[in-house]
C-alpha cells in the first residue's frame, strides 16, 4: 500500500503522516509549504518519507504513480482568508480537489479520503445534524467544502472510492500546531496568560475532536472494503464531543489552575451553531472509538503542552496562527495574486 497525504505539513497532516509511517507504511506527502515555519523546534522529526514541495493544483499524474489511497487534507483551512480574497479558497479548497480527484480517478487511485468540515452546518436549530441534515455554509470556506464535497463524491464507482470526513473542531498538539482553533486556543491562553476571553455569550455548541482521534479514524476508514464506503460522507467524531463554548472553557480553567474566564456577551458575528450525529460511522465503524472526551483531551493537551515546554510567546507571537502567517508570506510578496509562491525553489 502506498499513501498520499496532501497537507502533510500542516496540522492534521504531520500527524496522520507520522500514524502512517509508525504502521510501517510507504508515504508521499505533497505540499506547497505556506506553513512550514510554524513548527514546534521541540517537536521529534519524522523517520524517513518522500515529502513533495508543490501547489496541489499542479499535482500531475506522474506524482500519483503506484498510489493506492489519497488522505486529502491540504486546503486553505480558514474562515477569515475569504476576507483578504474570496475567490482563492474556492479556487484550492473546491476546484484543486475536485481537479485532483478526478486525476486520481483516472490513474486507478483506489481511495480518497476528503477532509471536510462539520463547519458547513452552520447555524442549525435542529437537536442534531447529521449526513442527510441541510447545509448553511456561511462562509467561503464552508462553501468551499459543501461544493468539493458534492462532486468529489459524484465520481464514485466500484474501482474509485471518495469519502468525505466531516471533522468537528480539531484539538492537540502537532509538529504544525495552530492555535486558531478553539480549544489549542483556550489551553493556550490559558497557561500562557491565565486568561480565557469569550467574545459572545458562549452558547453555541460545537464538536471538538482530539487529532490523534481523526488520525486514527481517517485510517481506519480508508482500511474499509470500497463498496462500504465509496460516495459516503461521515460525521467524524462521537455524540460526547459537542460541546457549549463556555463549557469547553470551564473544562479548561478546571484543568489549568489560576484560569480566569471572561464571557464579553458582545454581539458576536459569528452565529454558527450545531450539534452534530455520530451515529453513522458508529454504525459502520463499531469497533472504532473515539478515545478523547472534551473533559480527557483537555488534560492531554495541557501535558503535551507541560511536555513541549511552551513558552508565552509561542501563544502570544501568532507564529501559530494560520491567518497572520499567510498575510506574512503575501505582504512580502512571497506569495502571488493567486497564491502560488514567487520564487518556486
Ligand atoms: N483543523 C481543524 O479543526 C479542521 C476541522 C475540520 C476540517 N479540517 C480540514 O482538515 C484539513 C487539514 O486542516 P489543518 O488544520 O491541518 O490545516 P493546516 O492549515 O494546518 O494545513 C493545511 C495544509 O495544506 C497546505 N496547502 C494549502 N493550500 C495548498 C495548495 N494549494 N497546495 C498544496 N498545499 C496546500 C498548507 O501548506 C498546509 O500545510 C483541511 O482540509 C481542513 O479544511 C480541519
Not at 21 to 34: A, K, P
Not at 187 to 211: F, L
Not at 233 to 251: P, R, V, Y
Request: charge should be positive; charged fraction near 25%.
Amino acid at each position: 500500500m502506498k499513501y498520499l497525504v496532501t497537507g502533510h505539513k500542516g496540522y492534521i497532516g504531520s500527524d496522520l503522516t507520522n500514524k502512517l509511517l509508525r504502521l510501517g507504511h510507504e508515504v508521499i506527502g505533497i505540499d506547497n509549504g505556506y506553513f512550514e515555519d510554524c513548527r514546534f523546534d521541540e517537536y521529534p522529526t519524522k523517520s524517513l518519507y518522500q515529502s513533495i514541495k508543490k501547489d496541489l493544483r499542479e499535482i500531475t499524474k506522474i506524482d500519483l504513480e503506484g498510489i493506492d489511497t489519497v488522505f486529502h487534507l491540504a486546503a486553505l483551512s480558514n474562515d477569515p482568508i475569504g476576507n483578504l480574497n474570496s475567490t482563492w479558497t474556492s479556487q484550492i479548497n473546491n476546484l484543486g480537489s475536485v481537479r485532483l480527484a478526478n486525476l486520481c480517478k483516472s490513474v486507478g487511485v483506489s481511495r480518497f479520503l476528503f477532509s471536510s468540515s462539520c463547519i458547513m452546518y452552520g447555524e442549525s436549530n435542529l437537536d442534531t445534524v447529521d449526513e442527510t441534515s441541510p447545509v448553511d455554509p456561511k462562509t467561503d470556506y464552508a462553501k468551499s467544502k459543501v461544493d468539493a464535497e458534492k462532486k468529489i463524491l459524484k465520481l464514485a464507482d466500484s474501482k474509485f472510492a471518495p469519502v468525505s470526513l466531516r471533522n468537528g473542531t480539531v484539538y492537540g498538539l502537532s509538529e504544525f500546531m495552530r492555535f486558531d482553533t478553539v480549544t489549542n486556543d483556550f489551553t493556550g491562553s490559558a497557561m500562557c496568560t491565565g486568561k480565557i476571553i469569550i467574545k459572545g455569550n458562549g452558547k453555541p455548541w460545537r464538536p471538538v475532536v482530539y487529532i490523534g482521534d481523526v488520525s486514527r479514524s481517517f485510517i481506519e476508514i480508508s482500511r474499509a472494503p470500497i463498496n462500504i464506503i465509496s460516495g459516503e460522507i461521515f460525521n467524524n467524531g462521537s455524540d460526547e464531543l459537542n460541546i457549549q463554548i463556555f463549557k469547553l472553557a470551564e473544562i479548561v480553567a478546571n484543568t489549568i489552575p489560576g484560569t480566569e474566564v471572561k464571557v464579553l456577551q458582545k454581539n458576536d458575528e459569528d452565529q454558527r451553531t450545531y450539534r452534530a450525529s455520530f451515529n453513522k460511522i458508529k454504525k459502520y465503524f463499531p469497533d472504532f472509538k473515539f478515545q478523547f472526551n472534551p473533559n480527557d483531551g483537555v488534560k492531554k493537551l495541557y501535558e503535551e503542552f507541560q511536555g513541549i515546554g511552551l513558552k508565552k510567546n509561542d501563544y502570544l507571537s501568532g507564529k501559530f496562527i494560520r491567518m497572520k502567517n499567510l498575510t506574512r508570506l503575501i505582504e512580502n510578496n512571497l506569495l502571488d495574486n493567486n497564491l502560488y509562491w514567487v520564487n518556486k525553489s
